[in-house]
């Protein structure tokens, strides 16, 4: 049976190219994505350069765990370094926002991300995708909890890159 996945995708260190990098990679895995628009927006919790952020969708019959494997092998073949803190520069980052309506908190994967309701560089490019799919534990859209969350959400700019 297959199944609905949102990615998130961040950069901030050789950014564009490491996007393109990243869903080069996943289309090879999982075939055609649908690509939300690509967002600029400040670092979170450290100084830092700028990220560039989107959203992709896909579908899988892959189990939760292989795409967690797959997302962190990408991660590694473009560079990314595990032995930095939590709140740091990153050559690429995914993270599964959402897997259909599960609901899983495991060692490394919990799903829905809990960023999706605390950061606008998740929620806007997630609701973008998804509007009408509804959150596995608010119950709420994607619509909704951006609505809730824009008037007081920090800058995000659209950034025009080919993907």
């Known amino acids: 049976m297959s199944a609905r996945v949102y990615v998130g995708l961040g950069s901030n260190v050789d950014r564009e190219a490491r996007l393109r990098q990243a869903v080069v990679a996943l289309r090879e895995l999982f075939g055609e994505l649908e690509l939300s628009p690509v967002y600029d927006s400040a670092a979170v919790g450290f100084d830092g350069y700028d990220f560039l952020n989107l959203v992709a969708g896909f579908d899988t019959e892959l189990e939760v765990e292989r795409v967690a494997a797959s997302f962190r092998d990408i991660e590694?073949?473009?560079?990314?370094?595990?032995?930095?803190?939590?709140?740091?520069?990153?050559?690429?980052?995914?993270?599964?926002?959402a897997y259909d309506d599960l609901i899983l908190d495991l060692p490394g994967i919990r799903i829905p991300r809990p960023e999706i309701l605390e950061n606008?560089?998740?929620?806007?490019?997630?609701?973008?995708?998804?509007?009408?799919?509804?959150?596995?534990?608010?119950?709420?859209?994607?619509?909704?909890?951006?609505?809730?969350?824009?008037?007081?959400?920090?800058r995000l700019n659209l950034f025009p890159l080919d993907l």
């Open 76 to 97: 590694n073949q473009l560079g990314r370094d595990r032995s930095l803190p939590k709140f740091a520069s990153r050559s690429i980052d995914l993270d599964i926002l």
């Open 120 to 154: 606008a560089f998740v929620l806007r490019p997630l609701q973008d995708l998804a509007a009408d799919s509804v959150h596995p534990e608010t119950g709420e859209t994607y619509a909704v909890l951006w609505q809730r969350m824009a008037p007081s959400a920090p």
